[in-house]
């Protein structure tokens, strides 16, 4: 049988949201002989590569290379999940989109600092004015919120789209 290609990914977000994907613990193994993990943090690949039937995406939208990798990844997947909060509504990350970003920097690595005061420049990604959910970049197929979700509604969303259904989770939101 073919097995369907699933990639993660991890954007502005805690990692709380692939601890929950790790957290099916014995029931991952049946879901793995399923799916083929192309991409993401628990595998060494560093190209997104070319038609994925499944993605699952962690964390906001909050720089300018957050931004260029979703445009990719969309063009290069078929079903498309905002994975957890943060994704679905910007969440945590979105909790500095009161201050400027200049402010935001001048706070995180200058005021209080006792070591090499300076914002660093090139060495970090350009943040974007604000830190927003996948959707207003994107077209998403579904939405699983939570924070994180839990890992048993993770699975029942896999297993539902692997099965060819229509997701049942009751907290699953179509995008
Ligand atoms: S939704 Fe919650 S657990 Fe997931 S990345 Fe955001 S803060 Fe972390």
Redesign the pocket.
């Known amino acids: 049988m073919k097995k369907v290609k699933v990639a993660t990914v991890w954007l502005d ?5 692939h ?2 994907l790790l957290d099916m613990d014995t029931a991952i193994i049946p879901l793995a002989r399923r799916i083929e993990l192309v991409y993401g943090p628990l595998v060494d690949a560093q190209e997104f590569p070319d038609n994925v039937d499944v993605t699952l995406v ?3 939208i909050s720089s300018q290379e957050d931004l260029n990798k979703i445009q990719k990844i969309r063009q290069r997947t078929r079903t498309l999940i905002a ?5 679905v509504t910007g ?3 979105a909790m500095r989109n009161s201050l400027p970003v200049s402010k935001l920097l001048q706070s995180v690595y200058v005021e209080g600092v006792q070591k090499n005061p300076g914002v660093p420049g090139e060495r970090v990604p350009a943040l974007l004015k604000q830190a927003r959910p996948l959707r207003e970049f994107v077209k998403v197929e579904l939405c699983l919120p ?4 839990p890992a048993k509604t993770i699975l029942t969303l896999l297993t539902d789209l692997l099965d060819g259904k229509k997701p049942s989770t009751l907290s699953v939101k179509f995008g």
């Open positions: 977000g805690c990692s709380g949201c601890m929950s962690e964390g906001a994975l957890g909060d943060c994704a969440n945590v990350p939570g924070c994180p979700p």
